[in-house]
């Protein structure tokens, strides 16, 4: 079964700075996605980023962008200039693509941007 | 466009009393539906998921049940409700087959004393 593991529960970044999200996963497959969601204090549930694994060039979305190795499994998230909305519990996920059900989650790291 | 519904968005329940939280997609058609709990301070557990009318898969064992009586339409129940379900329930919905991204609902909170 595949695990998606998120070791770090906090985060404190300064404002502006840049902060580096660590999300490892195991899988047997060799196709499937990737996705960071973003839960503000709303709870309100947003999709930050995707990558699918058949692609070697790192997603990128404005500030956000990820690190990609597909070898090491590893997926981390890279937010610069850092900004007090960013402040929000980020989950990474990964969803198989052959399997057309459901996506795991991580357990999330608590981002603090301080002021 | 596509929106999920959630509702009630707060809810208080004693111990031993039946739940149920209704969640309504709209702007697309046959999607999977999930039902996450968010315990506080916890990350999300996905609780079911549908990916069609009367099709439910259950990944924990516990008193919740989930029906999906129609299309877009997921419920999520319980006969007699547990201190330990109290907790942020989120409901998702992906489009089926492609199933690339999840969009979650506002959720709702949920405390039973």
């Known amino acids: 079964a595949q695990t998606v593991t998120q070791s770090q529960p906090e985060m404190s970044v300064q404002e502006a700075e840049t902060v580096t999200l660590s999300c490892t996963y195991d899988t047997s497959e060799s196709d499937y996605y990737l996705f960071w969601y973003k839960q503000p204090p709303s709870r309100q549930m947003i999709l930050v980023i995707r990558q699918e694994a058949y692609k070697q060039q790192n997603a990128t979305e404005n500030r956000f962008s990820v690190n990609f190795q597909k070898a090491a499994k590893s997926f981390s998230l890279k937010i610069s200039d850092s900004q007090l909305g960013d402040a929000a519990m980020y989950f990474c996920a990964y ?5 057309d059900d459901k996506i795991i989650f991580g357990k999330g790291t608590r981002l603090h941007i301080l002021p | 466009s596509q ?4 509702w009630p968005a707060t809810l208080v329940q004693p111990v031993g009393s039946p739940l149920s939280l209704e969640c309504t997609v709209e702007g697309t058609s046959n999607p999977n539906l999930y039902w996450y709990r968010q ?3 916890r990350g999300l557990q996905l609780l079911f998921y549908s990916v069609g009318i009367g099709q439910i898969s259950s990944e924990v064992p516990q008193n919740l049940s989930a ?5 877009r339409q997921f419920i999520l ?3 007699k409700l547990l201190l330990s379900d109290s907790g942020f329930y989120l409901c998702a919905w992906s489009v089926h087959p492609d199933n690339n991204e999840q969009f979650f609902g506002p959720g709702t909170r949920l405390t039973v004393l």
């Open chain 2, 3 to 6: 929106t999920i519904h959630q």
């Open chain 2, 77 to 79: 129940s319980s006969k």
């Open chain 2, 67 to 71: 029906s999906r009586p129609q299309d």
């Open chain 2, 39 to 41: 315990a506080a301070g």
């Open chain 1, 95 to 99: 969803r198989s693509a052959y399997r």
